[in-house]
């Protein structure tokens, strides 16, 4: 069963740190994972993407285990306009499945 | 990236008429999408439309329903057709970009769909 979870939400406060799992048991053999920012009424903003290991980019990272049943999606320093929903996208096989999102919330 | 724009941006709808939504490209592309977002929640694919074929669509989603249309490379409809208050959502189609190193999808801002 292609299933794709993330966490409801997250709260963090401006400078910290955050990191945001991503579960896919089934991921395909072949597959990469993608992370996307939405803030409201916009479409999804692409973030990065890895298929193993790290992957660095100006925005963010993105941790992969060797058995790539879950990744990780680190924001180093948040800012108040970090504040959006996070998804991760997994393809598995023929079909891409998005995760429910994770709301972060970005306090000062 | 690939530059996208939707058309409406939003309407308001009464039920039982049909809504056609515009997706256009700044660049040719196989494939697009055509993703559907009900309020909260995350994006659920509607059908993948690729240019001189016949639009594939996921399960939960007919052509009767959704009918598509694609063309050309760098555009295509998603008509909502006989829309009851349910159909009320965004309506997000996106892209598939081959010039980035791996497949990735980027989207369009979307049609956010009332129907009263």
């Known amino acids: 069963l292609a299933k794709t979870t993330q966490p409801i939400s997250m709260d963090s406060y401006e400078g910290q740190e955050v990191n945001i799992t991503c579960s896919h048991n089934?991921?395909?053999?072949?597959?990469?994972i993608t992370w996307y920012q939405q803030f409201p009424s916009q479409g999804p903003r692409f973030i990065i993407q890895?298929?193993?290991t790290k992957v660095t980019n100006e925005v963010a990272s993105l941790f992969i285990p060797a058995d790539r049943k879950s990744s990780t999606l680190s924001l180093p320093r948040v800012s108040l306009s970090d504040t959006a929903v996070y998804y991760c996208?997994?393809?598995?096989?023929?079909?891409?499945?998005f995760g429910a999102g994770t709301i972060l919330r970005v306090k000062s | 990236s690939a530059v996208i724009s939707q058309k409406p941006s939003r309407d308001i709808c009464q039920r039982g008429t049909s809504l056609t939504i515009q997706c256009q490209v700044d660049?040719?592309?196989?494939?697009m999408f055509w993703y559907r977002q009900q309020p909260g929640q995350s994006l659920t694919l509607i059908a993948t439309?690729?240019?001189?074929?016949?639009?594939?669509?996921e399960s939960g989603f007919v052509i009767d329903k959704f009918p598509i249309s694609r063309p050309n490379l760098t555009f295509s409809t998603l008509t909502v057709s006989n829309m009851s208050p349910e159909d009320s959502s965004i309506y997000l189609c996106?892209?598939?970009?081959?010039?980035?190193?791996?497949?990735?999808?980027?989207f369009g801002p979307g049609t956010r769909l009332t129907v009263l």
């Open positions: 890895g298929y193993k």
């Open positions: 996208l997994v393809g598995y096989g023929n079909k891409l499945v």
């Open positions: 660049s040719q592309v196989t494939m």
């Open positions: 996106s892209v598939e970009d081959r010039r980035a190193p791996t497949d990735t999808q980027y």
């Open positions: 089934n991921i395909a053999t072949n597959d990469y």
């Open positions: 439309a690729n240019q001189g074929s016949e639009a594939t669509y």
